[in-house]
């Protein structure tokens, strides 16, 4: 166990979020990361629709009695449809990223759930606070899937998030072991969340090439689509990704990259493992995975090395101390 407000708010045992992913947030993952103490995430968005969700629920709810929450990335789609389905479900924590919070807060917060926000930015992290968000998630220019405009890092972005808001911060983009997560409470951030470190998980159902790929690529070798769209992303990289960075760099509009960047694609490379025909989203967290384990065997693996960095730092402290 490690005790933070966010594990005291949420009831967690770990203070481990797993972000929302589109397509590959599923309940099997979901209710893994809750079943190891941490906070799993569906992500509603790229689900069929509220049927889909109602079964995705269920069957999280058949492999776990732990709290799990519903993540809903905003400007894709239409959600009023899918929120209504999760909160009659009365899931008690729902994410929101992506977009402005405040047309959905008040009905989140009236039907019991706790609202987390996915942001890049102080301004946004306050608006969050200010419409009633009990959790603010700050996600560094080094994650994976959609990133801030302002290339903000996670190390200086947690810690300017922690001075500007009241509620519990959780630390977001290039997080993958343990001695980070003992970082990032150092910092004074209550948690992390990680997004690319879960893909590589057995419980995952993100293709075997897409989890294969992520173990195969470096640190430098992600790639940035949609920033001329003012949407930046973290990608693995491909030929196809070549193709959309070429035209972005050509000044195609919207409509002619739509074909290169629909969630089509993002499906084919991620679920059908088509990697060189689309895009799969990944931060430069890959250059520290190097297995693809269970959730249970990398939640205990992350506990570990956070209490093991925490007592590496304790006694260098000590050290010093009795020093003349
Ligand atoms: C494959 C993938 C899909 C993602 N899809 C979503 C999504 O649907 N909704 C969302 O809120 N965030 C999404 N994200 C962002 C993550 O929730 C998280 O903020 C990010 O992965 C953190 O950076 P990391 O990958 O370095 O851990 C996605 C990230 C990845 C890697």
């Given at each position: 166990?490690?005790?933070?407000?966010?594990?005291?708010?949420?009831?967690?045992?770990l203070?481990?979020?797993?972000?929302?992913?589109?397509?590959?947030?599923?309940?099997?993952?979901a209710?893994?990361?809750?079943?190891?103490?941490?906070?799993?995430?569906?992500?509603?968005?790229?689900?069929?629709?509220?049927?889909?969700?109602?079964?995705?629920?269920s069957?999280?709810?058949?492999?776990?009695?732990?709290?799990f929450a519903?993540?809903?990335?905003?400007?894709?789609?239409?959600?009023?449809?899918?929120l209504?389905?999760a909160?009659?479900?009365?899931?008690?924590?729902?994410?929101?990223?992506?977009?402005?919070?405040?047309?959905?807060?008040?009905?989140?917060?009236?039907?019991?759930?706790?609202?987390m926000?996915?942001?890049?930015?102080?301004?946004?992290?306050?608006?969050?606070?200010?419409?009633?968000?009990?959790?603010?998630?700050?996600?560094g220019v080094?994650?994976?899937?959609?990133?801030?405009?302002?290339?903000?890092?996670?190390?200086?972005?947690?810690?300017r998030?922690i001075?500007?808001?009241?509620?519990?911060?959780?630390?977001s983009?290039?997080?993958?072991?343990?001695?980070?997560?003992a970082?990032?409470?150092?910092?004074?951030?209550?948690?992390?969340?990680?997004?690319?470190?879960?893909?590589?998980?057995?419980?995952?159902?993100?293709?075997?090439?897409?989890?294969?790929?992520?173990?195969?690529?470096?640190?430098h070798?992600?790639r940035?689509?949609?920033?001329?769209?003012?949407?930046?992303?973290?990608?693995?990289?491909?030929?196809?990704?070549?193709?959309?960075?070429?035209?972005?760099?050509?000044?195609?509009?919207?409509?002619?990259?739509?074909?290169?960047i629909?969630g089509?694609?993002?499906?084919?490379?991620?679920?059908?493992?088509?990697?060189?025909?689309?895009?799969a989203?990944?931060g430069?967290?890959?250059?520290?995975?190097?297995?693809?384990?269970r959730?249970?065997?990398?939640?205990?693996?992350?506990?570990?090395?956070a209490?093991?960095?925490?007592a590496?730092?304790?006694?260098?402290?000590?050290?010093?101390?009795?020093?003349?």
């Amino acid at each position: 166990m490690i005790r933070t407000r966010l594990t005291s708010l949420l009831g967690l045992k770990l203070p481990i979020i797993q972000g929302g992913l589109a397509y590959l947030a599923r309940a099997e993952l979901a209710a893994a990361v809750s079943n190891a103490g941490g906070l799993g995430q569906i992500t509603a968005t790229t689900l069929d629709g509220p049927a889909e969700l109602e079964r995705e629920i269920s069957r999280a709810r058949s492999l776990t009695e732990k709290p799990f929450a519903v993540n809903f990335a905003l400007g894709h789609r239409p959600i009023d449809d899918l929120l209504a389905t999760a909160l009659h479900a009365k899931v008690p924590i729902i994410s929101l990223t992506g977009g402005n919070p405040a047309p959905y807060a008040d009905r989140i917060i009236a039907a019991g759930a706790k609202l987390m926000v996915l942001v890049a930015g102080v301004r946004a992290a306050k608006k969050a606070e200010s419409v009633g968000a009990s959790v603010v998630i700050g996600v560094g220019v080094e994650g994976g899937g959609h990133l801030g405009r302002d290339d903000i890092g996670t190390m200086v972005l947690a810690r300017r998030l922690i001075d500007a808001v009241g509620v519990p911060v959780v630390a977001s983009g290039g997080i993958g072991d343990g001695r980070q997560l003992a970082a990032a409470l150092a910092l004074g951030a209550e948690g992390v969340e990680m997004g690319t470190r879960f893909v590589a998980t057995q419980e995952c159902v993100a293709h075997a090439r897409y989890k294969e790929a992520l173990l195969n690529h470096d640190i430098h070798e992600t790639r940035v689509i949609e920033r001329s769209l003012g949407r930046p992303g973290r990608v693995l990289p491909s030929p196809h990704v070549d193709a959309i960075l070429e035209r972005e760099a050509a000044s195609a509009s919207v409509g002619e990259l739509l074909p290169y960047i629909s969630g089509q694609r993002n499906f084919d490379a991620a679920v059908e493992g088509r990697i060189e025909d689309g895009f799969a989203w990944a931060g430069q967290v890959i250059g520290l995975i190097h297995d693809i384990p269970r959730v249970a065997d990398l939640m205990h693996r992350l506990e570990q090395e956070a209490k093991s960095a925490y007592a590496v730092l304790g006694s260098a402290f000590d050290a010093a101390a009795d020093e003349p």
